[in-house]
C-alpha cells in the first residue's frame, strides 16, 4: 500500500528558482530513492518553512528514507523536522485523480 509522508522544517531561503538552483543535485539524489513514487518540494516563504509531501511504494521504503533524511537535516542545522506518515486510500484518491504512480 502506497504511503504518504510529508516533511517541513524551518528554512531560510534561497526560495523559488533561486532554491531549485541550489537543491538541483539533492533532488536528483531524492530521485534515486528506493521505493519513491514521486516528491512535491514545497516552501512558504512567509513562514520560513519548507519542505515536501513525497509518495512512497510502500511504509518500509518511507521508514527508511525518513530516517535517513531526518538525520541529514539535522546535520545541515535544522533544528526541527517536523513529519507525518500516512496511509493512502487509492480507491478514493483514484476518484480525485491523485497522481498515485506506480
Request: cysteine-free; overall charge negative.
Amino acid at each position: 500500500m502506497a504511503v504518504l509522508l510529508q516533511v517541513d522544517f524551518p528554512y531560510s531561503g534561497p526560495w523559488g528558482e533561486d532554491m531549485a538552483q541550489a537543491m538541483r543535485g539533492l533532488a536528483e539524489s531524492i530521485a534515486q530513492e528506493p521505493g519513491l513514487l514521486w516528491k512535491i518540494w514545497t516552501e512558504n516563504r512567509d513562514a520560513s518553512e519548507a519542505g515536501g509531501i513525497y509518495l512512497f511504494a510502500d511504509r518500509a521504503s518511507a521508514e527508511a528514507y525518513l530516517q535517513m533524511h531526518r538525520a541529514r537535516l539535522l546535520g545541515f542545522g535544522v533544528p526541527q523536522v517536523n513529519v507525518k506518515l500516512f496511509d493512502v486510500n487509492p480507491a478514493l484518491s483514484a476518484i480525485d485523480r491523485a497522481p498515485l504512480g506506480g
